[in-house]
C-alpha cells in the first residue's frame, strides 16, 4: 500500500512567499513615510525653539539687558540654542543687518533628509 505524501504543493509555497513579499513591501513603504515624518516634525520643533530664542533675545535687547546676544544673519541663530544648533541640521544665511530686522530663517536637515521649516529671525546690533 502507498503512503499517502504529506508537505505543501509548490502552488502552496509560491503563495505564502508572494503574500509576504507583499507585505514586506507594504511595511517597508510605511518605514519610509514614518521617517520622513518624524524628520519634518523634529525640523518644525526646532525652528519653534529658534523662534522662541529669538524672541527672548529680541526682548532682552529692547529692556537693555546686557546679556542679549548680537545677531546679524539668520546662520547665527544657533547660539542662542543652550549647546548650540544640534547636530544634522544647518541655518540658511539672510542678512539681518539694521536693528530688530525680521526676516524668514530657514533651517534644514542635512542630506539625504532634504526638509525645511521656517522662523521668523530678529536682527539684533551690539
Do not use: H, W
Not at 518605514?31 to 526682548?59: C, H, I, P, W
Amino acid at each position: 500500500m502507498k503512503k499517502p505524501q504529506s508537505g505543501f504543493t509548490l502552488l502552496e509555497l509560491v503563495t505564502v512567499i508572494l503574500l509576504v513579499g507583499i507585505l514586506a513591501a507594504v511595511a517597508t513603504a510605511k518605514y519610509v513615510d514614518f521617517r520622513s515624518d518624524a524628520t519634518q516634525a523634529a525640523l518644525k520643533g526646532l525652528a519653534a525653539q529658534l523662534n522662541a530664542a529669538m524672541e527672548l533675545n529680541k526682548n532682552a535687547r529692547l529692556m537693555n539687558m546686557t546679556y542679549a546676544v548680537t545677531i546679524n544673519n539668520c546662520s547665527q541663530a544657533g547660539v542662542l540654542l543652550s549647546g548650540g544648533l544640534p547636530t544634522g541640521y544647518t541655518l540658511a544665511a539672510l542678512p539681518l543687518t539694521t536693528p530688530f530686522q525680521t526676516g524668514i530663517c530657514t533651517v534644514s536637515a542635512v542630506p539625504p533628509d532634504t526638509q525645511t521649516a521656517t522662523f521668523i529671525g530678529y536682527g539684533i546690533s551690539s
